[in-house]
T-cell receptor
């Protein structure tokens, strides 16, 4: 069984400050990990993914995440927040051979001007 | 190119009515998924198709929920005898096999 925990349902950061959104997972097999962003009344857009290889993954819009197996974590970061980053962010886990994703409950990111 | 298209975007139904939600995946995508997203929650898996074959329906909450993809392209999620707890956003996603999923904008279903 797989599960995802996103610590902090709401995160607020000032414009230009570091963004850190936390994700921990549980999986009995090597995981595939994803971050998606959801804007109001829209579907989910893929930010980045980790499957195998390099543990530091770069995505769109300046986001990156690092897979840390020892900590079972896949935290999302961005060095400098922009107003347009305000949205809901979801971490998800899957694995090779099983296409479905298990999502966390999401973190709503607010950017303070 | 065109993304995943879902219709209708909004659906209001009275309790006990049947509803049908449509998903047009990205052309050529063999994998198609349905998820249910309750208010303030993350999406939860309902069912998965590879072409026309429904390979996993473990997430369907009851036998009132039925999904089909008869020609391996367009899919329909049907909910019979709707109940208030069925109110949610229903998301469809498609992908090439083994590649990340692309999501539609969803259908917001409200049961009165």
């Amino acid at each position: 069984a797989q599960s995802v925990t996103q610590l902090g349902s709401h995160v607020s950061v000032s414009e230009g400050a570091l963004v850190l959104l936390r994700c921990n997972y549980s999986s009995s097999v090597p995981p595939y990990l994803f971050w998606y962003v959801q804007y109001p009344n829209q579907g989910l857009q893929l930010l980045l993914k980790y499957t195998t290889g390099a543990t530091l993954v770069k995505g769109i819009n300046g986001f990156e995440a690092e897979f840390k197996k020892s900590e079972t974590s896949f935290h999302l970061t961005k060095p400098s927040a922009h107003m347009s980053d305000a949205a809901e962010y979801f971490c998800a886990v899957g694995y090779f051979g099983n296409e479905k994703l298990t999502f966390g409950t999401g973190t709503r990111l607010t950017i303070i001007p | 190119g065109a993304g995943v298209s879902q219709s209708p975007r909004y659906k209001v139904a009275k309790r006990g009515q049947d509803v049908a939600l449509r998903c047009d995946p990205i052309s050529g995508h063999v994998s198609l998924f349905w998820y249910q997203q309750a208010l303030g929650q993350g999406p939860e898996f309902l069912t998965y198709f590879q072409n026309e074959a429904q390979l996993d329906k473990s997430g369907l909450p009851s036998d009132r929920f039925f999904a089909e993809r008869p020609e391996g392209s367009v899919s329909t999620l049907k909910i019979q005898r709707t109940q208030q707890e069925d109110s949610a956003v229903y998301l469809c996603a498609s992908s090439l096999k083994g590649e990340p999923q692309h999501f539609g904008d969803g259908t917001r279903l409200s049961i009165l």
